[in-house]
Every structure is written in structure tokens, then in C-alpha cells.
């Protein structure tokens, strides 16, 4: 599974070559804590790549959530809207945000993969 990892914390499943999914990593939400609410986007919004895509509260601070690479919202996670704390127990798989069309699918070769994350992480 083509899964990449942005400097802020997020993650995005390319495994479909024109929709990806987008969620927070372990480590950002060891970070902020238990998760009590996600601010999520409008479905048909479209962002640039680095732009605010919405906000995530926990009890300890709020983050905002970057857009990876530049997208339309297509569908968002209704159950973590129910569940914020899908986040904390399972933000890779279904603590996930959203998922977009992607705009341009070359924005993908500037992300990294899990061993230069896991490097970024460590030396955090």
C-alpha cells in the first residue's frame, strides 16, 4: 500500500492511482492527546497543496490538518465526526479524515515514505 507522510503529521494512502485517503500518524496524535473534536471539510472543497483542510482539538491543544497535495474533498470520515477519538485508537486505518480527487498526482513525489518519516520523527 503506497501510503506517504508529510513533515506535519499527516498521511495520505495513494493506492488508488486519482483518490487518496488522509488521516493524522501515530505520532501527531500521541501528541496532542486524546482527540474530543475534528473539524472536517466540505465535501466538493478544493484546496492547494499546504493549505488549512481542518482542525483537530484534543484536551491538551488544536492542530490544524494540512492537505498534503492539492485536491477536491470527495468523501469525509462521518464516523470519526461521531467518534473524535478514532483519531487516537486508530488514526492510520479508520481515524482517517477524508479522501480527495487528486489534482495533480506528480505532488506525491515530494512526500515521504514511512522509513524517512520514522526518521523525521525520531530525531523530533
Same mark, same amino acid.
Given at each position: 500500500?503506497?501510503?506517504? !507522510?508529510?513533515?506535519?503529521?499527516?498521511?495520505?494512502?495513494?493506492?488508488d492511482?486519482?483518490? /487518496?485517503? %488522509?488521516?493524522? *500518524? +501515530? +505520532?501527531?496524535?500521541?501528541?496532542?492527546?486524546d482527540?474530543?473534536?475534528?473539524?472536517?471539510?466540505?465535501l466538493?472543497?478544493?484546496?492547494?497543496?499546504?493549505?488549512?483542510?481542518?482542525?483537530?482539538e484534543? %484536551? @491538551?491543544? /488544536?492542530?490544524?490538518? !494540512?492537505m498534503?497535495?492539492?485536491?477536491?474533498?470527495?468523501?469525509?470520515?462521518?464516523?470519526l465526526?461521531?467518534?473524535?477519538?478514532?483519531?487516537? *485508537?486508530?488514526?492510520?486505518?479508520?481515524?482517517?479524515?477524508f @479522501?480527495?480527487?487528486?489534482?495533480? $498526482? $506528480?505532488?506525491?513525489?515530494?512526500?515521504?515514505?514511512?522509513? /524517512? !518519516?520514522?526518521?523525521?520523527?525520531?530525531?523530533?
Amino acid at each position: 500500500m503506497p501510503v506517504l !507522510y508529510t513533515t506535519d503529521h499527516e498521511w495520505i494512502d495513494t493506492s488508488d492511482a486519482t483518490l /487518496a485517503t %488522509v488521516g493524522i *500518524t +501515530h +505520532h501527531a496524535q500521541d501528541a496532542l492527546g486524546d482527540v474530543v473534536f475534528v473539524d472536517l471539510p466540505a465535501l466538493g472543497a478544493s484546496f492547494k497543496k499546504g493549505d488549512v483542510a481542518g482542525v483537530v482539538e484534543s %484536551v @491538551k491543544a /488544536a492542530a490544524d490538518l !494540512y492537505m498534503p497535495v492539492a485536491g477536491e474533498v470527495v468523501e469525509v470520515n462521518e464516523a470519526l465526526r461521531a467518534d473524535p477519538s478514532l483519531a487516537n *485508537t486508530d488514526p492510520e486505518a479508520s481515524g482517517w479524515f477524508f @479522501k480527495l480527487k487528486l489534482a495533480d $498526482t $506528480t505532488e506525491t513525489a515530494a512526500l515521504m515514505d514511512r522509513t /524517512a !518519516y520514522d526518521e523525521i520523527v525520531k530525531n523530533a
